[in-house]
């Protein structure tokens, strides 16, 4: 999952950034509304958390841009604007949330996960053959057994799991996992992918993880996806 704060204050925006990815996001921050608009423009993030007191430019601009797109993301207000009149034009407007400044980082967390549930049409409990991931206790098992799995091997299972059947790219799993951009260069993708495939495919005749020569790695299960001939399911990387 992937979360943009537009936040000025680098003291917030640190502490924002911080807290979201120990909790497993990865995370963009933008200073001002223009950056702000540029990054939802180039990337599509699962939220949004929004301040309204931006250098350039009212918040609920930059939220009435958001909102004039055909689509976008949910959209969480963190203002220090916390009068009831501007609660409600927040929400009138078309947040999702508002939350006001001072704010406890576990309730902020808590409107976050949320958010995502409520934004994220995919079922909490998703399954790829008897691949099993429980998103909202954090558990993966195949075939009734436990795997365990660090924060990044999850993230990028879940990823390939809510998008079965699709071949992702490396910059599309190094852009929703992790907060950095993909230079072309790094092998950061391959590698986690070696790890995926030691704890959940090894083991097993049916092998989940495929490799689609030019573009990237794809998930799901042989006997449902007959397109999966053409694909290259090897380890070779």
């Given at each position: 999952m992937r979360i943009l704060v537009v936040e000025d204050e680098k003291r917030i925006a640190d502490f924002l950034g911080r807290g979201l990815q120990?909790?497993?996001?990865?995370?963009?921050?933008?200073?001002?509304?223009?950056?702000?608009?540029?990054?939802?423009?180039?990337?599509?993030?699962?939220?949004?958390?929004?301040?309204?007191?931006?250098?350039?430019?009212?918040?609920?601009?930059?939220?009435?841009?958001?909102?004039?797109?055909?689509?976008?993301?949910?959209?969480?207000?963190?203002?220090?604007?916390?009068?009831?009149?501007?609660?409600?034009?927040?929400?009138?407007?078309?947040?999702?949330?508002?939350?006001?400044?001072?704010?406890?980082?576990?309730?902020?967390?808590?409107?976050?996960?949320?958010?995502?549930?409520?934004?994220?049409?995919?079922?909490?409990?998703?399954?790829?053959?008897?691949?099993?991931?429980?998103?909202?206790?954090?558990?993966?098992?195949?075939?009734?057994?436990?795997?365990?799995?660090?924060?990044?091997?999850?993230?990028?299972?879940?990823?390939?799991?809510?998008?079965?059947?699709?071949?992702?790219?490396?910059?599309?799993?190094?852009?929703?996992?992790?907060?950095?951009?993909?230079?072309?260069?790094?092998?950061?993708?391959?590698?986690?992918?070696?790890?995926?495939?030691?704890?959940?495919?090894?083991?097993?005749?049916?092998?989940?993880?495929?490799?689609?020569?030019?573009?990237?790695?794809?998930?799901?299960?042989?006997?449902?996806?007959?397109?999966?001939?053409?694909?290259?399911?090897?380890?070779?990387?």
């Amino acid at each position: 999952m992937r979360i943009l704060v537009v936040e000025d204050e680098k003291r917030i925006a640190d502490f924002l950034g911080r807290g979201l990815q120990g909790a497993g996001y990865a995370v963009d921050v933008a200073p001002d509304g223009a950056s702000a608009l540029q990054f939802t423009h180039d990337t599509d993030y699962d939220l949004v958390i929004l301040d309204l007191m931006l250098p350039d430019m009212d918040g609920l601009k930059v939220l009435e841009r958001i909102r004039g797109r055909r689509t976008g993301p949910p959209v969480l207000i963190l203002s220090a604007r916390g009068h009831l009149d501007d609660r409600v034009k927040g929400l009138e407007q078309g947040a999702d949330d508002y939350l006001t400044k001072p704010f406890a980082f576990v309730e902020l967390l808590a409107r976050v996960r949320a958010l995502l549930r409520r934004g994220q049409p995919a079922p909490e409990r998703l399954q790829v053959g008897d691949l099993v991931l429980d998103c909202t206790r954090r558990k993966v098992t195949r075939v009734n057994e436990a795997i365990e799995l660090a924060p990044k091997e999850f993230g990028i299972l879940e990823y390939m799991m809510r998008n079965k059947g699709r071949p992702l790219s490396r910059t599309m799993i190094v852009e929703h996992v992790w907060d950095m951009d993909y230079d072309g260069l790094t092998n950061i993708v391959d590698v986690y992918i070696r790890h995926l495939r030691s704890k959940i495919d090894d083991k097993y005749q049916h092998k989940l993880i495929h490799t689609v020569r030019g573009i990237g790695y794809m998930i799901e299960a042989p006997e449902k996806n007959p397109a999966l001939a053409r694909v290259d399911t090897s380890y070779e990387l």
